[in-house]
């Protein structure tokens, strides 16, 4: 009885999974099979000797890495522009969303809404190209609008303290609008007794925000949480490499950029494996981590 049970529920569902496989193949292709180059991080990789013949020396570049001057300085810099974009960049949708969702006037709401999305849609290079010429210290907007006030812009692209400021805050810009539209979602699927009760109980709005938004949008903000803490030390590697400069280098040098340098242009593969390696153990266990605290506090989790 199970077994054909079985069978029917797989017969009705399998126009699904054909139209999931294509996709299911190319997963596996670009994103398990190149796994197994995980072992070069245990190896001297040579080229001419191939990934099985090369010798095995164990955690050798993992304490090459962990004992390289650029050890502190890019973990100090990843961890700070990570940190920094889940302060900045996670509440700021969620207020955005809150904002949007008591708007009353359609059309006002839309125009905002779509302004808001708009600068997503610009690729990293076009916006590393635009912030470049915003706060080029010579010839950038910035600088020619505070020239009109007699007022000097500091050159901010070379200071390695302000690469973090601009990163994020860059970052900000681009995607709150877009980061937003999964709360909006959630706050679209609350039932609209609780806020009828809530006027009958004579509470304003933003009593309503405080007692009914925030608390059903917890379980989506937290989940968002878990999957920002995954990655929290994946910052992303073109918009860092684009803005990087030799003079905010101490400031711009994140694991991503410093895994590129040494792998693609030092030839240093079996490092360069070993700090990817090494940086996906450390996501791996936040991830894990934040998962654990999502469900102890909200009940709800990844898995």
Not at 61 to 70: A, G, L, M, T, V
Not at 72 to 84: F, G, L
Not at 201 to 223: Q, S, V
Request: charged share 10%; hydrophobic share 50%; glycine share 6%.
């Amino acid at each position: 009885m199970g077994e054909t049970l079985f069978r029917k529920k797989l017969k009705a569902s399998l126009p699904l999974y054909l139209l999931a496989l294509p996709s299911v193949i190319l997963l596996l292709i670009f994103a398990y099979v190149p796994m197994g180059g995980i072992v070069l991080a245990f190896k001297d990789y040579l080229p001419a000797l191939g990934i099985f013949e090369s010798q095995w020396v164990g955690l050798k570049h993992f304490k090459q890495f962990f004992n390289s001057y650029q050890f502190p300085i890019t973990i100090k810099n990843t961890v700070k522009i990570s940190v920094y974009s889940i302060l900045v960049g996670f509440p700021l949708p969620i207020i955005l969303a809150l904002m949007v969702n008591q708007m009353r006037n359609g059309r006002f709401k839309q125009v905002f809404q779509v302004i808001t999305y708009l600068p997503h849609f610009i690729s990293i290079m076009v916006m590393c190209g635009m912030i470049i010429m915003f706060l080029s210290p010579s010839s950038g907007l910035l600088a020619n609008i505070l020239a009109k006030f007699d007022v000097k812009l500091p050159n901010l692209l070379s200071s390695p303290n302000r690469f973090a400021d601009i990163y994020v805050w860059s970052d900000v810009w681009q995607h709150i609008g877009w980061d937003s539209i999964i709360y909006l979602a959630a706050l679209t699927g609350i039932d609209p007794t609780y806020y009828e009760a809530a006027t009958m109980d004579g509470a304003g709005k933003f009593k309503k925000i405080l007692h009914i938004d925030i608390p059903l949008l917890l379980p989506t903000a937290m989940i968002m949480l878990v999957l920002r803490m995954g990655g929290l030390l994946n910052v992303g590697f073109e918009k860092a490499f684009l803005l990087q400069n030799t003079m905010n280098m101490a400031g711009s040098e994140i694991i991503s950029t410093y895994v590129y340098k040494i792998g693609m242009q030092s030839m240093q593969y079996s490092l360069s494996t070993a700090i990817g390696l090494f940086n996906t153990i450390i996501n791996l266990m936040l991830l894990i981590g934040a998962n654990w605290f999502s469900k102890k506090t909200t009940e709800s989790g990844l898995f």
